[in-house]
């Protein structure tokens, strides 16, 4: 599937555009085209990106049309109404669920067997919308899921203890927002259980936990929206898929 195309829907918006750089600088793929309402937007995005690719391999960055999906291309969805400050990912359901009804009825109108990826949120319940909507097999239907939250638990793990986060294993599960949780009895740090690594004190579990589920929140008070952390996890799924990665 290397030589497969990579859509991301909604690339005039911050969190379309840094996936598609991600999926571009990372060179994931060679060929990467952005749609998006907001044309004049989305060519511009595509120009900036393109240039980025000067120091690749030879990844082409393009706006395109739903009509260019072919069997097996790997469709990204990120649009949707934002998040606001002190708004829940659930406050965004009713009308997310609209728009991805729109899109992905779009996507499937070419009648090609592709992969969708939902990124906007509320991302579970949407991947679900997408699932029901494309009548795809659930194998071909993925949502980012909590791979951002575990993220975001490895970086504050490896700082308070002061090691390498690629050193941390660590996932937080249940669904993305509030109600996730993570899984610290199964955590290691270099394969060490993270309760008998040195310098771990079980009072931290509280606080740290409490900063993942905040994480979002304070990123989008203080600059409107996230999209670094959430962008290189589109690269590194679309990654997993692309290259068999058995991850």
């Known amino acids: 599937m290397q030589k497969r195309t990579v859509f991301v829907i909604g690339a005039g918006g911050m969190v379309g555009a840094t996936a598609a750089q991600a999926l571009a600088i990372k060179e994931i793929v060679s060929d990467i085209v952005l749609i998006d309402v907001a044309e004049e937007l989305v060519h511009g995005q595509a120009m900036d990106i393109n240039h980025a690719t000067a120091f690749t391999d030879g990844v082409h960055v393009r706006v395109g049309d739903y009509h260019e999906i072919k069997e097996d291309d790997i469709v990204v969805i990120t649009c949707g109404i ?28 070419q009648g090609k067997p592709v992969f969708i990826l939902m990124v906007a949120n509320p991302v579970d319940v949407l991947t679900d919308v997408a699932l029901r909507v494309s009548g795809l097999p659930k194998e071909r239907v993925f949502g980012t899921g909590t791979t951002l939250d575990s993220a975001r638990l490895c970086v504050t793990l490896a700082h308070n203890l002061h090691v390498s986060q690629q050193a941390v294993q660590a996932f937080i599960l249940g669904e993305h927002g509030d109600s996730s949780f993570p899984a610290l009895s199964n955590a290691t740090v270099d394969g060490i259980p993270l309760a008998d690594f040195p310098g771990f004190d079980p009072a931290m579990i509280e606080d740290i936990s409490d900063d993942i589920r905040a994480a979002a929140y304070r990123i989008i008070e203080a600059k409107k929206s996230t999209y670094y952390g959430i962008g290189n996890v589109v690269a590194k799924i679309v990654e997993a898929l692309t290259h068999d990665r058995h991850s």
Request: zero cysteines; hydrophobic letters at 45%; charged letters at 25%.
């Open 82 to 109: 934002a998040q606001k400050p002190g708004q829940s990912r659930r406050e965004l359901l009713a009308v997310n669920a609209d728009i991805i009804t729109d899109v992905a009825g779009k996507v499937m109108a």
